[in-house]
C-alpha cells in the first residue's frame, strides 16, 4: 500500500482548504466555545434561545438573529 492509500483510508470526508487567518479564527472560536461549555453556559438563560436560533438559521438557510 501507498503512503497516499495509507493516508486516504484515515480521512474522514472531503477536505477543504481555508486561508490561515479563516483556520486561527476558528480556532478560536473552538477554544471560546470549549472555555463557555467547561463553565456551565448551557444552563445560562437564553442558551435554548440562541440554540434554536442556530437550528432555525440552518434549517432555511438564514444567519441567526443577534
Do not use: F
Amino acid at each position: 500500500m501507498s503512503i497516499n492509500q495509507d493516508l486516504e483510508k484515515d480521512v474522514i470526508g472531503p477536505t477543504v482548504t481555508i486561508d490561515r487567518a479563516v483556520y486561527d479564527q476558528l480556532c478560536l472560536a473552538a477554544a471560546r466555545l470549549d472555555a463557555l461549555m467547561a463553565e456551565g453556559v448551557d444552563n445560562w438563560e437564553g442558551y435554548d434561545h440562541a440554540m434554536q436560533a442556530m437550528h432555525d438559521a440552518e434549517e432555511y438557510g438564514t444567519k441567526p438573529s443577534r
